[in-house]
């Protein structure tokens, strides 16, 4: 905290230390899963990390080398240090040491990374035709990068990706709708090594240069301490609300989504100083460790990072800047964490909860003198608003933090935490890269094979061409998908398999070959990377809130099942902005962007009421039928929808109003 009074947790009112912290992540984040070394080994893998950062810092100050070199470069250091700091399996006897097959593996890793700026003319000059050495050295880079996918990343995309490789192979097979003509060895790690629509592709190419840079970024600003002011900041705010320490939880995890890119790191980072403060006022474990999952699980939602995801969607959506994703983005994570906010204060009154005493608040004034750590967060969308180019962008957030970080000794940054933040980063990066490798198997698979088109076909016939079945099978499919798998991941995963599906229905009215329009492209990719990012939190297989739950000591089924019904808008705006793309903030006038936000935040407020049970007072089973109805007809985007939904919800509020004192100990506290 930020005065002298004792802070509200320590470790004996149930806060996490250091290394439980680490220990909970490592149990359910694996990317947080790597050796403790010591010795020699500590000293490589260290300079390796360092060597990392300053290529990629070298290559985006002064220009990137041709993609194939960049890339391969970036994939090679990544594999490297990946077999060098995860062990093969998570439970290990010796996390100390690194034993003699993954030092082999890493070398094997060195030597792929470079193969192609060595080769770099001949492979040029024979495109098309193979060796027996690129052959091998083909084969072993895709077998590396699975491993060091499974090792960094987890089983799941590992699994995924092997099966689109069985698929390549077998295509002729398949039932007819999926039958291919089927690859051979040769044609396959010509496609997946060789070309840039396999490992080298479009995802690791985001990777190596966007994504690294932004992970520097939130590297330094972590080192300025800006991850515990998030929290006093938090509770400076909305301590003494109604419910206070889960708006706490709320607000404190919006802020450091901004800089983080994992749901599970975002839970054990604000989660150990959030969830025993909610114990303590009286929520259930289970309700508690919802809370911190729904919102550790929504700052992947939040601009400008958005989980590095923005970064790929440039990419994949094409004839669209990153800064209009981010503006599209905005309105969709306000409301997300609105919802969040408004269950949590309905269930506070429900059960009685006040805010937190001004014994455990901090100074406010010590916490405010503290604003300006948030300047470069505020400056990186300042400079990509004034259209400098994202990684410039990224590049002066770094050097703004470093500036920033001198107006206090506390936050000072010296030579030694600027060494470090670099080798922060560049670990932070390790899982990322080998994601987005791997995910370019699968991209890869899909581009040769037309399995996307194949796919989104057997979708929409399934459902019939209806576009609300066709959005409720994708949901589905992303969800699916996105289980286990980290941001940039299964939005890549997602964005191939299932977005297809929804522009193809979407574009049913133009001409063949018409081109897709932005916002037609932006409203499908957005739809799935919602449903992919609510995996981490959807059971059975819901790793924010199973992390969630290692704190709070709650059930973690039930936390995920809490968490999901928190999260409800989350399942709602993806089909609001499919619906009516206003909300997306493109091609929209103001007038249809503040009616369409107004009547979503009006719903959420009844969709909350109905869901928890309570509003100004305890509401009968019909009053939450009612309230449920008015909500999902306001989120409904059709104008006689709206009408209906406002009448309803103001007939709804009357009789609250005018019967609140049968059940009701007090008004209403502000929210």
Not at 212 to 226: E, N, R, S
Not at 280 to 307: D, W
Not at 577 to 599: C, G, H, K, Q, R
């Amino acid at each position: 905290m930020a005065d002298n009074k004792e802070p509200l947790n320590t470790p004996a009112d149930g806060q996490l230390s250091e290394e439980e912290q680490q220990e909970l992540l490592k149990k359910y984040d694996p990317e947080a899963n790597t050796r403790d070394l010591v010795g020699i080994m500590k000293k490589v893998v260290f300079f390796g990390l360092l060597a990392f950062s300053l290529f990629q810092l070298y290559t985006a100050i002064f220009g990137q080398y041709t993609a194939y070199i960049q890339r391969s470069i970036h994939l090679g250091f990544a594999l490297a240090l990946i077999f060098l700091l995860f062990p093969f399996r998570k439970k290990t006897a010796k996390r100390d040491k690194v034993p003699f097959y993954d030092i082999i593996l890493s070398l094997l890793s060195v030597g792929v990374g470079l193969y192609w700026p060595l080769n770099y003319g001949d492979l040029v000059l024979r495109v098309g035709r193979m060796t027996d050495l690129d052959l091998i050295v083909g084969i072993l880079a895709v077998l590396l990068t699975m491993e060091a996918a499974r090792r960094a990343v987890g089983l799941p995309i590992t699994i995924i990706a092997s099966a689109f490789v069985v698929y390549a192979f077998f295509g002729p097979y398949f039932p007819s709708f999926l039958a291919h003509r089927g690859q051979d060895l040769t044609a396959i790690t010509q496609l997946l090594f060789y070309t840039t629509d396999g490992v080298l592709g479009t995802p690791i190419s985001v990777s190596a240069t966007f994504i690294f840079v932004f992970l520097l970024f939130g590297a330094f600003l972590v080192k300025t301490g800006v991850g515990q002011y998030f929290n006093d900041l938090a509770v400076a705010i909305a301590g003494k609300l109604t419910g206070g320490p889960a708006k706490v939880a709320i607000f404190s995890s919006a802020l450091q989504g901004t800089i983080s890119g994992s749901s599970v790191a975002n839970v054990v980072t604000s989660g150990s100083y959030t969830i025993p403060m909610m114990k303590k006022l009286g929520y259930r474990k289970e309700f508690a460790g919802a809370v911190e999952a729904s919102a550790s699980t929504g700052g992947q939602l939040m601009p400008p990072i958005m989980g590095a995801a923005a970064f790929l969607m440039v990419e994949f959506i094409g004839g669209i800047t990153y800064w209009e994703i981010a503006k599209a983005a905005a309105i969709p994570a306000i409301l997300y964490f609105a919802g969040i906010w408004i269950m949590t204060h309905f269930e506070a009154k429900r059960i009685g909860l006040s805010g937190l005493t001004d014994e455990e608040m901090p100074d406010r004034r010590e916490v405010f003198k503290k604003i300006y750590l948030l300047l470069p967060i505020l400056g990186i969308i300042v400079f990509l608003l004034i259209g400098i180019p994202t990684m410039q962008a990224a590049l002066w957030g770094i050097v703004l933090t470093i500036v920033v970080s001198a107006f206090d000794k506390e936050t000072r940054l010296g030579f030694k935490d600027m060494i470090n933040a670099l080798v922060d980063g560049a670990r932070t990066a390790l899982a990322v890269a080998a994601a987005t490798a791997c995910a370019g198997i699968i991209v890869g698979v899909v581009v040769k094979t037309g399995l996307g088109l194949s796919l989104a076909n057997g979708l929409i016939s399934a459902s019939g061409g209806h576009l609300i079945l066709t959005l409720f099978f994708t949901m589905l499919a992303a969800i699916i998908l996105g289980m286990g798998s980290p941001t940039t991941a299964n939005y890549v995963i997602t964005s191939t398999i299932a977005a297809p599906a929804v522009i193809t229905l979407l574009m049913m009215d133009e001409p063949a070959g018409a081109a897709v329009p932005v916002v037609v492209a932006l409203s499908a990719h957005l739809f799935v990377f919602y449903f992919g990012i609510i995996a981490d939190i959807t059971p059975p297989v819901a790793l924010a809130a199973f992390a969630a739950s290692g704190i709070s000591g709650g059930d973690p089924i039930k936390t995920g099942v809490t968490a999901a019904k928190l999260a409800i808008a989350a399942f709602i705006i993806p089909y609001m902005f499919v619906y009516n793309p206003a909300m997306l903030m493109i091609d929209a006038s103001i007038i249809e962007i503040v009616w369409v936000t107004a009547t979503a935040f009006v719903g959420m407020i009844a969709i909350g009421a109905g869901a928890v049970g309570y509003w100004y007072r305890k509401l009968h089973w019909l009053e939450r039928i009612g309230a449920l109805a008015a909500g999902i007809l306001l989120i409904f985007p059709e104008s006689m929808t709206d009408i209906l939904g406002v009448v309803l919800f103001v007939i709804l509020i009357t009789i609250q109003i005018l019967t609140k004192s049968r059940g009701s100990k007090g008004k209403m506290a502000t929210a």
